[in-house]
């Protein structure tokens, strides 16, 4: 009897355990991290060209690019917060915006070019620098884009350096290690898991 509650107490740990760094082992914080749901649309960054279209006023329709403090100019309402947006939630933002001059604005957002979506390849990699991206791409493309590893890449020490928000607001930077023999057997939590804006991969 004694020894059957001992194993079941033995049991409970490892089980919080797990629950606390995930199936894969990892700290809690980066297993939830790369099991993120990716967002159906890029959000806005620096640099995308976007049009703006109000209906019926050719006026207040152009073509504006995304400032590095992430903002837009246009007339009438000056600048609006574009970085971080969806092109649909801009164009709520405008509307709403619009709104004060003139009654029930039609407003449509649409990208033209995509340009802040980028990583960073460094270390043992045959072009390593920065990659502008134009479609969500996975640690391995990511490394093919930089020339594939270098003869003495240590491929199974590999870290994504990542940038994260807190609940505050706060950022701070979590490394994320990551095994080749992993990526390509796609093994749960850390198989080859599609990579975020301004993500650093280091290959050693």
Same mark, same amino acid.
């Given at each position: 009897?004694?020894?059957?509650? *001992?194993?079941? &107490?033995?049991?409970?740990?490892?089980?919080?355990?797990?629950? *606390?760094?995930?199936?894969?082992?990892? +700290? %809690?914080? =980066? *297993?939830?991290?790369?099991? %993120?749901?990716?967002? %159906?649309?890029?959000?806005?960054?620096?640099?995308?060209?976007?049009? &703006?279209?109000?209906?019926?006023?050719?006026?207040?329709?152009? =073509?504006?690019?995304?400032?590095?403090?992430?903002?837009?100019?246009?007339?009438?309402?000056?600048?609006?917060?574009?970085? !971080?947006?969806?092109? *649909?939630?801009?164009?709520?933002? =405008?509307?709403?915006?619009?709104?004060?001059?003139?009654?029930?604005?039609?407003? /449509?957002?649409?990208?033209?070019?995509?340009?802040?979506?980028?990583?960073?390849?460094?270390?043992?990699?045959?072009? +390593?620098?920065?990659? +502008?991206?134009? /479609?969500?791409?996975?640690?391995?493309?990511?490394?093919?884009?930089?020339?594939?590893?270098?003869?003495?890449?240590?491929?199974?020490?590999?870290?994504?350096?990542?940038? &994260?928000?807190?609940? /505050? !607001?706060?950022?701070?930077?979590?490394?994320? +290690?990551?095994?080749?023999?992993?990526?390509?057997? !796609?093994?749960?939590? =850390?198989?080859?898991?599609?990579?975020?804006?301004?993500?650093?991969?280091?290959?050693?």
């Amino acid at each position: 009897m004694v020894l059957r509650m *001992a194993r079941s &107490v033995v049991a409970l740990v490892l089980l919080a355990l797990i629950t *606390a760094t995930g199936c894969s082992g990892l +700290p %809690k914080e =980066i *297993a939830e991290e790369i099991n %993120k749901p990716l967002p %159906k649309e890029f959000p806005l960054g620096p640099e995308d060209v976007i049009e &703006v279209n109000v209906w019926r006023n050719q006026d207040l329709s152009r =073509i504006v690019v995304v400032r590095p403090d992430g903002m837009i100019s246009l007339p009438l309402i000056g600048d609006v917060q574009a970085s !971080g947006l969806t092109a *649909a939630q801009l164009s709520d933002r =405008i509307a709403k915006r619009l709104n004060e001059f003139k009654e029930n604005p039609t407003v /449509s957002v649409s990208v033209k070019e995509v340009n802040s979506y980028f990583v960073y390849v460094v270390g043992e990699v045959g072009k +390593p620098g920065k990659y +502008p991206l134009k /479609s969500y791409t996975s640690v391995l493309q990511a490394v093919s884009l930089a020339g594939g590893f270098n003869p003495y890449a240590s491929k199974n020490s590999m870290v994504v350096l990542r940038t &994260v928000k807190t609940p /505050s !607001g706060e950022e701070h930077r979590i490394r994320i +290690p990551v095994r080749f023999d992993d990526l390509v057997a !796609g093994k749960d939590g =850390i198989g080859n898991f599609t990579l975020r804006s301004g993500d650093t991969i280091v290959v050693p």
